[in-house]
């Protein structure tokens, strides 16, 4: 049973900083691209960032120069950094694994909270 956990998600100030982790419990965390979506009421999910079993990134425009997204192998967890927040970031944030050559191997977190609010 391939479970993602996330924790990180809270409030923060327009300007801010906040971190979300993401760690996977099963096996073959190494050969699962991974991405962050988020989702506010109302509008679709949207990709924001991704990051391949060979560590290339990719960031949606909204984010770029603002949020890093990297991985920890040895501790089958994927991160997001954020910076520079945003009220327009607020949203609930979702990480998903997917496996590089099977996509019937694919899992999603239970999203976490983030709010940007003064």
Same mark, same amino acid.
């Given at each position: 049973?391939?479970?993602?956990?996330?924790?990180?998600?809270?409030?923060?100030?327009?300007?801010?900083?906040?971190?979300?982790?993401?760690?996977?419990?099963?096996?073959?965390?190494?050969? &699962? &691209?991974?991405?962050?979506?988020?989702?506010?009421?109302?509008?679709?999910?949207?990709?924001?960032?991704?990051?391949?079993?060979?560590?290339? !990134?990719?960031?949606?425009?909204?984010?770029?120069?603002?949020?890093?997204?990297?991985?920890?192998?040895?501790?089958? !967890?994927?991160?997001?950094?954020?910076?520079?927040?945003?009220?327009?970031?607020?949203?609930?944030?979702?990480?998903?694994?997917? &496996?590089?050559?099977?996509?019937?191997?694919?899992?999603?977190?239970?999203?976490?909270?983030?709010?940007?609010?003064?």
């Amino acid at each position: 049973q391939v479970q993602l956990v996330e924790s990180g998600g809270g409030l923060v100030q327009p300007g801010g900083s906040l971190t979300l982790s993401c760690a996977m419990n099963g096996s073959d965390f190494r050969l &699962h &691209h991974l991405y962050w979506y988020r989702q506010s009421p109302g509008k679709e999910r949207d990709l924001i960032a991704r990051i391949s079993v060979g560590s290339s !990134t990719n960031y949606a425009d909204s984010v770029t120069g603002r949020f890093t997204i990297s991985r920890d192998n040895a501790k089958n !967890t994927v991160y997001l950094q954020m910076n520079s927040l945003k009220p327009e970031d607020t949203a609930v944030y979702y990480c998903n694994a997917l &496996h590089y050559s099977d996509s019937r191997r694919q899992y999603w977190g239970q999203g976490t909270q983030v709010t940007v609010s003064s």
